[in-house]
């Protein structure tokens, strides 16, 4: 297909977020520097760091996209993990992690098809989970997989499997709800980003959002976008709902989509908020299966590749900086609170 035509379609879908890292290496250029993994074969880039950036503005022209690589060898990944989650918390959260994104249609494809069986599924075999005195970290993980659920079921045919997964992910979210007090009080885990992201200071603020990204995970998370030098970052971090039925838009960090690079080609990674971890209180990121790395970058029509939206690595929305920083200061609930408050009261 021509370029051009990639082009069109990129108005309506973008690829590779979401879900939770997208990297990207060039060798010629470089991102804050960072803490090398344990891993002798990861990689880590070095460079300036604290310094602004100057606010990057749209080109008229790009060269031609390069290809996109699933890689995430530059995640540093502990080797040991928490023992006794439960399966079924497992297949609740990977019922509502989906890598596809698209600006025409709510919540993309994640629940089309055999995906709503799954979901519908998932959130009824959660269901006794929530008799289980669960640390709050995984209460608030799965109750935002339930959130996101009951937020997309609208869209989900036939409408009995869409009421089904409505019934059963509100059937979720208030036995799964913390306290005021307890969400202020869960780990902030943007600072733990820094072993791979480096000087979290050192990153310009995106000044303009189009919320396709968001738009595509039902608006269940708030999403950062950062850029250094070459590096482009996108944070999502959980919103929640207390047990007075409140929003919350928290810091805890639920995904993060990195890509670096803009030689031949780009490399991406994605990586999730570990569900084992959690059940331990505990926050670990953890690429996503190669087989969904490689569904992200390189899906087929009507979603085209990362490269027809992403031309050569760049964000559609190219104006960062002067302000920098990876925190929580910027996080809020934005257009995110009008369609989840709709449909919680479904």
């Not at 060269?63 to 080797?79: N, R």
């Not at 780990?187 to 396709?212: E, Y």
Request: aromatic share 2%; glycine share 8%.
């Amino acid at each position: 297909m021509e370029r051009s035509q990639w082009l069109m379609v990129a108005s309506v879908a973008v690829l590779a977020s979401g879900g939770i890292a997208l990297g990207m290496r060039r060798a010629a250029k470089s991102g804050p520097s960072a803490q090398t993994p344990a891993s002798a074969s990861a990689r880590v880039a070095s460079g300036p760091s604290g310094s602004a950036l100057p606010a990057i503005e749209p080109t008229s022209s790009a060269p031609p996209p390069g290809p996109f690589v699933f890689d995430c060898a530059d995640l540093p990944v502990s080797a040991s993990t928490c023992a006794g989650a439960s399966p079924a918390a497992e297949r609740l959260v990977s019922a509502a992690s989906w890598v596809s994104v698209t600006g025409a249609q709510m919540c993309a494809t994640g629940l089309d098809g055999d995906r709503a069986e799954r979901a519908a599924r998932a959130l009824e075999a959660a269901q006794p989970l929530t008799k289980q005195k669960l640390e709050p970290l995984e209460r608030a993980l799965l109750q935002n997989a339930a959130l996101k659920l009951l937020s997309c079921s609208a869209g989900v045919e036939p409408k009995t499997r869409a009421s089904e997964i409505a019934r059963n992910a509100k059937a979720l979210i208030k036995p799964l709800a913390l306290s005021p007090e307890e969400i202020a009080a869960l780990p902030g885990t943007s600072a733990s980003l820094g072993p791979w992201l480096g000087d979290l200071g050192a990153w310009q603020r995106g000044t303009v959002r189009s919320h396709i990204h968001e738009k595509s995970d039902g608006y269940a998370t708030t999403l950062q976008r950062v850029r250094h030098g070459d590096d482009y970052v996108s944070v999502a971090r959980l919103i929640l709902v207390d047990s007075n039925g409140e929003l919350h838009a928290t810091d805890v960090v639920s995904k993060v989509t990195r890509r670096r690079g803009r030689a031949s080609d780009v490399h991406v990674c994605i990586a999730r908020l570990d569900t084992a971890s959690a059940h331990c209180n505990h926050f670990e990121l953890r690429p996503v299966g190669v087989n969904e790395g490689a569904l992200a970058i390189q899906q087929s029509l009507p979603l085209p590749p990362c490269n027809a939206c992403h031309v050569d690595g760049a964000p559609n929305t190219k104006i960062f900086g002067p302000t920098l920083g990876i925190g929580p200061d910027a996080v809020n609930l934005d257009e995110a609170r009008e369609p989840l408050l709709h449909a919680l009261a479904q």
